[in-house]
């Protein structure tokens, strides 16, 4: 079973969270929300409350097949100033295991230098912070072990380019079906 951790700050946006997570509990992953807060409820940008699986602070993080940070403002931000957030994507990048971002959130990446010579996206305004990294302003976009995604728009493309990459382009296809998402290619 693939596993997945979604890091739920203070300000997070709600649907760049818990769109991916949706997405990906449907295709069969275990899917993990960790507050990066001493506390497990955590207040969104847009003032929705949600309840995560647990805390990141103190506690080791259990492997897993991605880390998936969402965007959102002061979110992005708080989870850039987190340490253990910081250490544990430093460990993944690494070690080349799947680090997936989007909206703002792929600054976080970016300012690690992680992004340097890859194809990356982000919110509008944020491009700066992707350091060295070849902009693609499309929804999603995969470049070697990074995932990255233009903002809440975009979620669900984002949520299907994570399946597609963790299970391949057949179980993004069903999946497409399954919840009735049109294809980019269908829209024009």
């Not at 649907?15 to 001493?38: M, N």
């Not at 295991?97 to 600054?107: G, Q, R, S």
Request: aromatic residues 6%; hydrophobic residues 40%.
């Amino acid at each position: 079973m693939k596993k997945a951790a979604i890091f739920i700050a203070p300000g997070f946006e709600e649907v760049e969270a818990l769109t991916p997570a949706d997405v990906l509990k449907r295709a069969g992953a275990d899917v993990e929300l960790i507050s990066i807060t001493e506390d497990k409820n955590v207040t969104g940008s847009h003032g929705i409350t949600i309840v995560c699986d647990r805390v990141l602070e103190g506690k080791t993080v259990e492997e897993k097949d991605i880390l998936i940070l969402p965007g959102g403002m002061p979110g992005t931000k708080n989870l850039q100033n987190n340490h253990a957030l910081k250490n544990l994507l430093i460990d993944y990048n690494a070690k080349k295991k799947w680090i997936a971002a989007i909206c703002a959130a792929p600054m976080i990446p970016g300012e690690l230098g992680f992004l340097k010579g890859r194809k990356a996206t982000c919110y509008p305004g944020y491009e700066h912070h992707l350091k060295e990294a070849h902009h693609y302003p499309v929804p999603a976009i995969t470049d070697g072990h990074i995932i990255t995604g233009r903002g809440v728009g975009a979620a669900m493309e984002f949520a299907i380019e994570i399946a597609a990459n963790l299970w391949g382009p057949q179980k993004a296809s069903e999946l497409r079906d399954k919840m009735v998402i049109p294809r980019l290619s269908d829209l024009q």
